[in-house]
């Protein structure tokens, strides 16, 4: 296999910035079992536009299935909300993003900090499986299961680790995440801009509808996708999502007030 066709790992990235963007901030948050690699061409396209850009890789992530099962919610977390924070302390200006249970992530820094805005992607703050009402008891008895299968979608696949197998138990931490994300949305001051696919067989539509609930005026915009599936950064769709959220970036960067520093 030559180098070029070697697949990138997943790992954390980082862009410092440059010209008269360099002092907005965007940390960007992945998802769950995915890394950094879902979201890197966006991450890639704000950062050629001048943006200084985070990308962290989150504990128990780009590795084994078994790694994950060792971690919680706080850890990944923590790990995002760090890497926020040290953006935050290096640019005037900065906002979250995430895809997915990243949306969920973004969400819960935004309401503990006061960031200038949210982009999320198909932001995870619900199930579609049932069986998640007893997930606490239920992985006791089982250990695993397999990832949800998303028959349409056309993004490719990006070599996360081996995550063949979804440990219960960070099935259950996930669903805190969740719950700990809703209960602080009131917090949230910040503009929030969502993209939305029309057909996502991970994340339900219910996800969307307790967001508007919650945050009312504060989601400034809804973008419906029409042709991608839940991993939208890397499907068809990807293009106006990179182009809109660098317009919602670009244009609340002027109305904000310096971000927070830790």
């Given at each position: 296999m030559t180098e070029s066709s070697t697949p990138p790992r997943p790992?954390?990235?980082?862009?410092?910035?440059h010209g008269p963007n360099a002092d907005i901030g965007i940390a960007i948050c992945h998802g769950f079992t995915g890394?950094?690699?879902s979201v890197l061409p966006w991450a890639e396209h704000l950062a050629a536009q001048g943006y200084a850009v985070t990308v962290p890789l989150l504990p128990g992530h780009g590795t084994h299935w078994r790694e994950l099962a060792q971690t919680g919610w706080r850890d990944w977390f923590g790990s995002f909300e760090a890497a926020y924070l040290d953006l935050s302390a290096r640019t005037s200006t900065c906002f979250v993003a995430g895809?997915?249970?990243?949306?969920a992530v973004a969400l819960l820094?935004?309401?503990?900090?006061?960031?200038?805005?949210v982009s999320i992607v198909n932001p995870g703050l619900s199930f579609y499986d049932r069986r998640v009402r007893v997930i606490g008891l239920l992985k006791f008895f089982q250990r695993t299961t397999i990832p949800i299968p998303e028959e349409h979608s056309t993004a490719p696949?990006?070599?996360d680790g081996d995550y063949s197998r979804t440990p219960l138990a960070a099935v259950h931490e996930l669903k805190k995440l969740f719950n700990a994300t809703l209960r602080e949305l009131p917090?949230?001051?910040a503009p929030v801009q969502v993209f939305k696919s029309v057909t996502d067989e991970v994340v339900p539509p219910t996800s969307l509808e307790l967001l508007r609930a919650?945050?009312?005026d504060r989601v400034t915009e809804v973008v419906e996708l029409a042709g991608s599936g839940h991993v939208a950064t890397l499907d068809v769709d990807a293009p106006e999502i990179?182009?809109?959220?660098?317009?919602?970036?670009?244009?609340h960067a002027r109305q904000s007030s310096p971000s927070e520093t830790p």
């Amino acid at each position: 296999m030559t180098e070029s066709s070697t697949p990138p790992r997943p790992v954390a990235f980082s862009y410092p910035g440059h010209g008269p963007n360099a002092d907005i901030g965007i940390a960007i948050c992945h998802g769950f079992t995915g890394s950094p690699l879902s979201v890197l061409p966006w991450a890639e396209h704000l950062a050629a536009q001048g943006y200084a850009v985070t990308v962290p890789l989150l504990p128990g992530h780009g590795t084994h299935w078994r790694e994950l099962a060792q971690t919680g919610w706080r850890d990944w977390f923590g790990s995002f909300e760090a890497a926020y924070l040290d953006l935050s302390a290096r640019t005037s200006t900065c906002f979250v993003a995430g895809l997915s249970m990243g949306g969920a992530v973004a969400l819960l820094t935004a309401a503990r900090h006061k960031t200038a805005g949210v982009s999320i992607v198909n932001p995870g703050l619900s199930f579609y499986d049932r069986r998640v009402r007893v997930i606490g008891l239920l992985k006791f008895f089982q250990r695993t299961t397999i990832p949800i299968p998303e028959e349409h979608s056309t993004a490719p696949a990006t070599e996360d680790g081996d995550y063949s197998r979804t440990p219960l138990a960070a099935v259950h931490e996930l669903k805190k995440l969740f719950n700990a994300t809703l209960r602080e949305l009131p917090a949230v001051t910040a503009p929030v801009q969502v993209f939305k696919s029309v057909t996502d067989e991970v994340v339900p539509p219910t996800s969307l509808e307790l967001l508007r609930a919650r945050l009312r005026d504060r989601v400034t915009e809804v973008v419906e996708l029409a042709g991608s599936g839940h991993v939208a950064t890397l499907d068809v769709d990807a293009p106006e999502i990179f182009a809109r959220s660098s317009e919602f970036f670009r244009d609340h960067a002027r109305q904000s007030s310096p971000s927070e520093t830790p």
